[in-house]
């Protein structure tokens, strides 16, 4: 079964490690968000994936717009490996034995609107950054967004970006009813990853750790 062709949907159970494994690219792209945006059912919804070490742990966080826009929803999920050495690279690489911890907590419009006010200081809706590539071995922010009809995608990546410098993270943490403190990325100043490059003989290797690429505002 070819990943492209597992769509995350609003009713998917990311937190199965199975349903995950199959359609976490779809549920990175924001392909249900697209779907529902382009009707016009998903003014303000927002989701937002930090890639911290992919293998080690992943967050996500929705905010979904409540009844008037007055009151947001934002359920905020950890996923981490249960063991690594026992992930398939093989088939459905690069997604495994994974599980999810989550927190739904109510936001009120003011904190809805600094979180945004947070993401747009640090880009989102500003930058530039056609053909970055997103390395699930490295660390990671993307947000993706709802507005009149219209997609907006922001990403920043250590191997590019000073993450400890972006304010989002800050606002997100302290809105997010998740215990477990936000892993730190590497220092601005750390040594950068170069990008893996895989020979005839490594299709382990090259199954496992994977890339998506920033193209307009879609990840591919």
Known sequence: MALSACSFTGSSDIENPLIRKASWFSYLNADDIRTACSAGDAEGRIRIIYNADYYKE?????????????????????????????????FNAPLGAFGGAESRDDLS??????????????????????????????YYWIAIGCSSKNI???????????????????????????EKPLPMPPAADAPKLPD?????????????????????????
């Open 196 to 220: 893996p490059v895989y020979g005839k003989n490594d299709k382990k290797s090259e199954s496992r750790n994977f890339y998506r690429t920033v193209r307009g505002n879609q990840l591919r």
């Open 109 to 138: 419009r003011g904190q809805y609107i600094a979180l945004t006010d947070a993401l747009q200081a640090n880009g989102f809706g500003y930058q530039k950054h056609d053909g970055l590539r997103l390395h699930s071995n490295d």
């Open 58 to 90: 992943s967050r996500s966080y929705d905010l979904i717009p409540q009844a008037g826009a007055q009151q947001f929803e934002m359920v905020s999920r950890i996923f981490g490996p249960l063991n690594v050495s026992q992930i398939d690279v093989e």
């Open 152 to 178: 907006t995608l922001a990403a920043w990546t250590s191997a590019k970006d000073d993450l400890r410098a972006l304010t989002f993270p800050g606002v997100l943490e302290n809105l997010s009813g998740l």
